[in-house]
C-alpha cells in the first residue's frame, strides 16, 4: 500500500507568507496547494488617491522591484494621457529597469538558487565540497563576492534618477529629471565594470561566446571547451544541476507567457521585435503565439476574495477580502491569473522561449521544461541585456542626455494598462483614473501567474503543477521542493523587514 | 574632514508596526541635524544599503524591532548582536541581520561602526530619533 501523508513547508525563513502543502505518496509529491498567507491590499489603498499616486506608492510594493512597479505606474499612466515618451525617456527608463535585472538575475543565481547546492543532502556528491566552498549561505566565497560585484549597479538608477533609494523619476511623458553627460558616463563606467565581472566569473567567457551556444550539444561542447566555462558560475550551475538531477525536476504545465517588454526607442541601433527587445508572447511548449492582453482574467474560486465565478479581465477586477469559511476549497490570498482560461508560468525561461531563442527551444525539445533550464534562462539572461544597455547609454550621451520628458498635460479620465517584465515575469498595473482620482487600480505580479492557486477549472497554478513527480527524499529537508520553488523565483514578501529575536522552529523548511 | 555619521531609517511607512524607522527619518528631516551627520530613507532595502553605509564613521540605524525589549522601549544593538541573527541563505525577506554579517567581507573602505536603534511597536517616535541622533552626535 502507498504511503502517503501531507507535508506542510513554510518557504523562507520568517514564518510563512508562501506555504506549500503537498501530498506526498511513496517519497514522491501527488499534489500541491501554494498559499499565499498574507493579504497585501495595494489594489484597495490607491483607490480614491490622486491619480499619480500610484508612482510613489506601487514601488514600495517590493524591495527587489521598485523600479519595476515604477515603470508599470508610468506606463499606465502613459497610456491614460496619451503621452509619447521621447526616445531618450525611454532609453534611460528601459536602462533602470535593466539594472535591476541585471542585479537580481545575479542575486537570486548566487545567493538563493546555488544555495541549495551546499545543502547536507548532497554531502554524497563529488561537487559537494566545492558547493559548500563557494555558495554556503553567508560565507561562500561566490557569495561574498555577488554581494561586492552587484552593490555598484545600482548606482546607475541612483545617476539617472537622481535620487536612490526610493526614486520616483518615471512620470506620464518621460523622467522627471535629466541626467548629466558626466552622470552618463559615470553610468558607462559601473555598467562596463559589471559586465567584465559577469563575463569573468558568471559566465566564463565572453558575452558573444555565450551567445553562440545555440542547442543542447552546443551547451555539451562548451562546457567541454573550456576550465573557465566549468569554472564559472553558470558552468556549475549545470555541471552540480545535472549530478543532482535538476533537468528532470519541475515540469510543469508547458505554457510560457511573455507580456513584452523594454520599448524600442523609435531610433535605435539596437533589434527587437514587435517594438520590444524582450518580445511579447504565448507559447504552448515551443510553438508561439501572438499575445493578446485581453485575454488575461484573473479567478477568485480558490482565493480569499469576494467575486465572480470564472475569470475577470484586471481591467474589471476587484480586491475585496473574503473569509470565506470554505475551508480547503480557497486556500490563498494570490488571485489565479490566467490566459485564454490556462495557467502559464512567467519569467526567464518563458522570455526566452517566446523569443524563440535556440539554445531554450531545443532545451525545451529535449527535456521539457525543468527547474535547470529555468535557472539557467535567469543566470544567463544579463548576457541578452548587458549589450543593449551599452548601445542605449552610447545613444542618450551622443544625444547630450536631452529631451528625456514631453508633457502629456494634466492626467484626464480614462483606463491605462502598464505591462512589462518584471525580473520574475510578466507585471500589469490597471489603472482607471475619474475626476482626478484612483477609481479602480489591479495589479498582476508574475507570482500572481507562477504561484496562482486553482482557478474556477480546478487547474493548479504552474508550481503548483511544477511541483507534481518532484521526489521528497527527506520530509525534513526536502531540498528538491527548494529548487523546483526557487526556479520559479518566487516574490515572497521583502517589504518588511523587522529585526525580531529568536526564531519558531518546528516544520520543515526550505534553506540551506 | 573626518567621515560623517549616517542614520539610516529603514522600514515600511505603508505598514503600521514597521514604519517606525520612516516616521524617525520624517521628524529627522524636518530638523536641523548637527554638522557631520546624515540622514538616510533606507525604506525596503536592505543589502542595497551597503552605499549608503561605505564612507560613513558611524551608521546608525533605526528599524523597528521585535522581542528586545517591552513595546515602546527604546534598545540600542551592536553589529555581532545583530549579524547573529542572520541564517540560512539570503532571500527577499532578508533584512539588516545578513546586511551587519556580511558587511566585514564586503565594504569598502574602513568599516564604519555599525549600530541599531530601534523599539517594538508601538514606540514614541520623538524618543528614538532623539536616541538616534545622540548616538550619531557622540564624538
Known amino acids: ?512 | 574632514m573626518s567621515r560623517p555619521a549616517r542614520i539610516i531609517c529603514v522600514g515600511n511607512r505603508l505598514l503600521p508596526g514597521d514604519d517606525l524607522g520612516p516616521r524617525v527619518h520624517d521628524l529627522l528631516a524636518g530638523s536641523a541635524l548637527p554638522d557631520g551627520v546624515e540622514l538616510v530613507d533606507g525604506g525596503l532595502y536592505g543589502l542595497d544599503l551597503l552605499r549608503s553605509v561605505e564612507g560613513a564613521g558611524r551608521a546608525v540605524f533605526v528599524d523597528a524591532v521585535a522581542g528586545f525589549a517591552p513595546p515602546g522601549e527604546v534598545v540600542a544593538l551592536g553589529r555581532d548582536e545583530v549579524s547573529a541573527l542572520a541564517h540560512g541563505a539570503w532571500g527577499h525577506d532578508a533584512g539588516l541581520p545578513h546586511l551587519f554579517h556580511l558587511l566585514p567581507r564586503v565594504c569598502d573602505g574602513e568599516l564604519p561602526e555599525i549600530l541599531l536603534i530601534g523599539a517594538e511597536h508601538p514606540a514614541d517616535v520623538a524618543q528614538v530619533a532623539a536616541r538616534a541622533l545622540a548616538e550619531a552626535s557622540r564624538p
Request: with cysteine.
Open chain 1, 1 to 512: 500500500m502507498a504511503v502517503r501523508k501531507m507535508l506542510d513547508i513554510p518557504v523562507n525563513r520568517v514564518e510563512g507568507d508562501l506555504e506549500l502543502r503537498l501530498e506526498v505518496a511513496d517519497g514522491v509529491v501527488v499534489d500541491a496547494w501554494s498559499t499565499g498567507t498574507m493579504f497585501r491590499g495595494f489594489e484597495r489603498l490607491l483607490v480614491g488617491r490622486g491619480a499619480l499616486d500610484g508612482l510613489v506608492v506601487t514601488p514600495r510594493i517590493c524591495g527587489i522591484c521598485s523600479t519595476t512597479h515604477l515603470m508599470a505606474a508610468a506606463k499606465a499612466l502613459d497610456a491614460v494621457t496619451g503621452a509619447v515618451v521621447p526616445d531618450n525617456g525611454v532609453r534611460l527608463r528601459n536602462l533602470a529597469l535593466m539594472v535591476e535585472h541585471v542585479q537580481s538575475d545575479v542575486r537570486h543565481g548566487i545567493l538563493m538558487f546555488l544555495a541549495d547546492y551546499a545543502n547536507p543532502a548532497y554531502a554524497h556528491l563529488p561537487l559537494h565540497d566545492e558547493a559548500v566552498r563557494r555558495y554556503a549561505p553567508l560565507a561562500g566565497e561566490a557569495v561574498v563576492e555577488a554581494v561586492r560585484e552587484t552593490k555598484r549597479i545600482i548606482e546607475i538608477i541612483a545617476m539617472i534618477g537622481g535620487q536612490w533609494p526610493h526614486s520616483s523619476f518615471m512620470v506620464p511623458g518621460g523622467l522627471s529629471y535629466g541626467p548629466q553627460v558626466t552622470e552618463l558616463l559615470q553610468c558607462r563606467h559601473v555598467l562596463d565594470a559589471y559586465r567584465a565581472w559577469y563575463e569573468r566569473r558568471i559566465l566564463g567567457c565572453s558575452i558573444e561566446r555565450w551567445m553562440a551556444v545555440d542547442s543542447l550539444a552546443a551547451l555539451d561542447a562548451w562546457l567541454e571547451e573550456a576550465q573557465a566555462h566549468r569554472d564559472s558560475d553558470v558552468g556549475f550551475l549545470l555541471r552540480f544541476g545535472r549530478a543532482a538531477g535538476l533537468d528532470k525536476l519541475g515540469g510543469g504545465h508547458g505554457t510560457f507567457l511573455s507580456s513584452g517588454s523594454l520599448d524600442l526607442p523609435a531610433e535605435t541601433a539596437a533589434r527587437g521585435t514587435g517594438g520590444h527587445l524582450i518580445p511579447a508572447g504565448f507559447a504552448r511548449g515551443i510553438a508561439v503565439e501572438a499575445f493578446d492582453p485581453a485575454a488575461i482574467s484573473e479567478h477568485v474560486a480558490a482565493s480569499w476574495y469576494a467575486g465572480q465565478d470564472g475569470g475577470r479581465h484586471p481591467s474589471e477586477g476587484e480586491t475585496e477580502p473574503y473569509a470565506s469559511g470554505e475551508e480547503g476549497r480557497r486556500y490563498s490570498w494570490v488571485k489565479a491569473a490566467r490566459y485564454r482560461g490556462g495557467p502559464a508560468e512567467t519569467g526567464p525561461l518563458a522570455e526566452r522561449v517566446v523569443a524563440g531563442d535556440p539554445l531554450f527551444t531545443d532545451l525545451l525539445a529535449r527535456q521539457g521544461a525543468n527547474a535547470l533550464a529555468r535557472e539557467l534562462a535567469r543566470l544567463t539572461r544579463p548576457a541578452t541585456l548587458l549589450p543593449t544597455m551599452a548601445v542605449w547609454l552610447s545613444e542618450v550621451v551622443a544625444s547630450g542626455g536631452r529631451d528625456v520628458y514631453v508633457n502629456p498635460g494634466p492626467v484626464t479620465d480614462g483606463e491605462g494598462c502598464g505591462m512589462i517584465q518584471a525580473a520574475r515575469g510578466s507585471l500589469g498595473h490597471w489603472v482607471t483614473v475619474r475626476q482626478g482620482r484612483i477609481e479602480r487600480y489591479q495589479i498582476i505580479t508574475p507570482t500572481g501567474w507562477n504561484g496562482s492557486p486553482r482557478d474556477s477549472g480546478g487547474v493548479r497554478g504552474p508550481w503548483e503543477e511544477a511541483l507534481i513527480g518532484t521526489p521528497v527524499a527527506d520530509a525534513d529537508n526536502p531540498v528538491e521542493v527548494g529548487h523546483v520553488i526557487r526556479s520559479f523565483d518566487p516574490c515572497l514578501v521583502c517589504s518588511v523587514h523587522t529585526v525580531r529575536k529568536g526564531r519558531t522552529m518546528g516544520r520543515a523548511r526550505l534553506e540551506a
